[in-house]
């Protein structure tokens, strides 16, 4: 029975062990890198931001790009701003390869360019006639280039404006000059301000992010006649200037703007927008496009849109667009530059256009979009507006002072990630009373003033 | 004298085979002990590796042996004792609640009522979704200033959009690390209460003590050690909340929610600063071992004492 026992005991151990290491190489080959077959089918893995338009091109995918292209998948990954940021530096500092084309701005490019993160892709944009580079919006194309040479082809491009609810105004007997000031916008969102109906004056973004709270703070900075660094390197977030600017942004939150704005970023407010929670919203063009939606927004058609609105300078939004570029460590770069030249094209966005309405096609990318008559058909409240809005920006001297880098509402070093999420988490103190302007800003200059003294 | 000899022969045969028995008894656990080892040292020593050198994602050519520079610069930076501070009072505050909480569920648990195996499931159960989840549902369907839950239900009491997020940062995510952790303790209070034996209880009572004496003089000294023991265990995966922490408040209006794992996140995700994120890592690991060896050292204890009530 003794020897029964053993042997029973060293059968199962057998069966545990070969169990185990059947399950490891099972794990081991279904992970992910896996080469072309012999039918030369690839997949190619897509990181993108969880905006509508995104959301909206992954629907499209199958039919539109996979059916014509039986040799490649797309594998799309998406996730929030700040989390797509972290996972796809981390891939292309490591070179790790995980994603082919990855969705960046025009922060990242010129820092990612200079580190050999991402390809050139001039090369494989000339010698496809179909991509057609002349019909990307120059200040866009601009942003996204360095020294001449186009490294991300634009998905979409925004600046900022102000979106306001004419039947509001005029049911107050207010009116929005064609190119308001701030002064005159916080007048009006006193006034539309309703606590007895729940509905804010406007809706401003408070959320944590050096991409959410900071980008229209920035906005209001420079064309107060603020800035971070001038062209030493000095930064200058205590200046009366700044102080201003920030004071104004954080009084009219409290004074004219929706509760719990420290939680408010662009998918918050355009929900505030559409349940009437609010009646102004300060915010990306493309915001437009969302809430100006027939078939999705109720307060569709009612709607007007002015400019950025400024103080010290004749404009004021901000410049942003979502591109992908290509790995330089993605083994499939040629599928990554077909799939790249589709996403971006005019032939999707006529493809977007026919299958979910025009309103709803990715804006603010190509001369073409706008010249097209049934884009301007749906979209006519806002797409003179946007196009005027991006040619407007002058993205090496957006404010008074000349700085030493590209960029409106953000600093392009680095190190800007870091200290933008600091001084933004000081903002949200300061916009929920946790802590006074002066005392955020003045943290704030201390994050800054090291940074600016590296880069002398 | 040859009957004496032999058996002292046999009796070394006897411990030698006893011993061979046991090193084979021990062999199926190999595997394990080699993954284990693999899987949790190897990143440990590259993570040690890392905190001695300059090391920035951004700058990568750059990278070079810095020794012990990351660990002065973060003792020296405010931050990083603030989140230490926060890290302080983020895990002793929930771990203290779940364990009173859970003391009185424990109590309400250990009595026969109809139904009790349901109870005992809904109670656990808190503990067994996402903790991302679940602080989402926090923050978006109770707390929310504009369409919360929470701010409904006390608006006969005068409360209006109160932002319990951004105004009472820290009390959000100690109400939710406590919910999260209070069935953690309630599971080990349960078997402290269910492993009180029975007829001393009985015995107490037929000697006129009240409830409240049973419980002071006899429950409670029982379940000294079971305490300890959510209090160390519990404490040990407290101090790493992370999930509520970035879910809800990105590190708090300010710092203020800020604690050394999410500080330590925003190191490696946000400055790319791979050499000072590791050296946090290093600090935090080291005084998780100091709290384990004490949860050790609580556990053998709890077990000679049961060894001693079996002897009684």
């Not at chain 1, 959301?55 to 039986?70: R, V």
């Not at chain 1, 009437?276 to 009612?302: C, F, H, L, N, R």
């Not at chain 1, 400024?310 to 404009?315: N, W, Y």
């Not at chain 2, 983020?90 to 109870?119: E, H």
């Amino acid at each position: 029975m003794h020897g029964l026992w053993i042997g029973r005991g060293r059968w199962l151990m057998a069966a545990t062990i070969a169990a185990v290491v059947v399950a490891g190489l099972a794990a081991c080959s279904s992970s992910g890198g896996s080469p072309a077959q012999a039918t030369g089918k690839q997949t190619i893995t897509v990181a993108v931001v969880n905006n509508p338009q995104m959301i909206d091109i992954q629907k499209l995918t199958p039919k539109g790009f996979e059916a014509s292209h039986p040799n490649i998948k797309v594998k799309y990954v998406t996730l929030d701003e700040n989390t797509l940021r972290d996972q796809v530096t981390k891939d292309v500092a490591a070179s790790g390869g995980q994603f082919d084309v990855v969705m960046i701005g025009p922060y990242e490019t010129p820092i990612w360019a200079k580190n050999k993160w991402i390809d050139d892709l001039s090369s494989y944009a000339s010698k496809d006639a179909a991509y057609n580079v002349s019909d990307l919006i120059k200040p866009i194309k601009d942003s996204l280039s360095v020294n001449g040479h186009l490294y991300a082809s634009p998905f979409y491009g925004e600046s900022s404006f102000l979106m306001y609810r004419k039947d509001l105004l005029a049911k107050a007997g207010l009116s929005m000059s064609a190119h308001p000031t701030w002064d005159q916008v916080a007048a009006i969102a006193k006034k539309l301000k309703n606590p007895a109906t729940g509905m804010a004056g406007i809706c401003l973004r408070g959320k944590t992010g050096w991409g959410e709270n900071l980008a229209p703070l920035d906005t209001v900075v420079n064309t107060m006649g603020g800035q971070w660094f001038d062209m030493n390197w000095n930064a200058h977030l205590t200046s009366p200037a700044f102080e201003k600017a920030t004071n104004f942004y954080v009084n009219l939150i409290k004074a004219a703007g929706e509760s719990g704005a420290g939680n408010f970023s662009f998918n918050e407010c355009a929900n505030a927008m559409e349940q009437q929670k609010a009646a102004m919203w300060y915010d990306a063009t493309v915001g437009a496009s969302v809430i100006d939606d027939p078939k999705e927004s109720p307060i569709a058609g009612k709607l007007g849109f002015a400019p950025a609105p400024v103080d010290m300078t004749p404009s004021s939004g901000w410049l942003w667009t979502w591109a992908l570029s290509i790995e330089a460590a993605s083994k499939h770069k040629a599928a990554a530059w077909t799939y790249i030249s589709w996403a971006t094209s005019k032939q999707y966005i006529d493809y977007a256009g026919q299958q979910l309405g025009w309103a709803r096609v990715p804006p603010g990318s190509r001369y073409s979009t706008y010249s097209n008559p049934n884009y301007r058909k749906a979209a006519h409240d806002f797409a003179t507006a946007t196009l005027n809005q991006i040619n407007s920006v002058n993205v090496n001297h957006p404010g008074v002072n000349p700085q030493p880098y590209a960029g409106v509402q953000y600093v392009s070093i680095p190190e800007f990630e870091d200290l933008g999420t600091k001084v933004s988490q000081e903002i949200t103190a300061a916009i929920a009373g946790q802590e006074t302007v002066a005392q955020a800003l003045s943290k704030a200059q201390g994050y800054a003033a090291p940074i600016g003294q590296s880069h002398k | 004298m040859a009957a004496i000899a032999d058996h002292g022969t046999a009796a070394a045969w006897a411990r030698a085979q006893s011993r061979r028995r046991n090193r084979l008894r021990r062999l199926p656990l190999l595997p394990a002990l080699l993954f284990t080892i693999v899987v949790t040292q190897i990143p440990f020593v590259l993570t040690i590796y890392y905190s001695l050198q300059s090391y920035n994602f951004n700058y990568p050519l750059l990278r070079h042996f810095a020794g012990l520079h990351n660990y002065t610069v973060i003792f020296s930076d405010a931050i990083f004792r603030t989140a230490l501070v926060n890290t302080v009072v983020l895990t002793l505050v929930p771990v203290l609640a779940s364990l009173l909480l859970g003391l009185g569920i424990a109590l309400l648990l250990d009595r026969k009522v109809f139904g009790r195996g349901l109870l005992r499931t809904l109670i656990v159960s808190p503990f067994l979704v996402m903790p991302a989840a679940a602080a989402l549902v926090w923050k978006f369907t109770l707390l929310d200033a504009e369409f919360g839950l929470l701010n409904w239900v006390l608006r006969p009491f005068g409360v209006h959009h109160t932002d319990w997020v951004n105004n009472h940062s820290k009390e959000t995510i100690i109400t939710v690390l406590t919910w999260q952790w209070t069935p953690f303790m309630v599971l080990i209070l349960l078997a402290g209460l269910q492993s009180q034996p029975g007829d001393v209880l009985e015995a107490a009572r037929v000697d006129g003590a009240g409830p409240w004496q049973i419980f002071r003089r006899m429950t409670l000294p029982h379940l000294r050690q079971y305490m300890e023991l959510g209090i160390v265990l519990g404490a040990i995966y407290v101090v790493q909340a992370f999930d509520a922490i970035f879910m809800i408040t990105s590190g708090g209006p300010g710092q203020q929610t800020t604690n050394v794992p999410y500080y330590l996140f925003e190191a490696a995700f946000r400055a790319f600063d791979i050499g000072r994120a590791s050296a946090m890592g290093v600090v935090v690991v080291a005084a998780t071992i100091i709290i384990a060896t004490f949860a050790l050292r609580t556990i053998s204890g709890l077990f000679s004492e049961q060894g001693m009530e079996g002897r009684l």
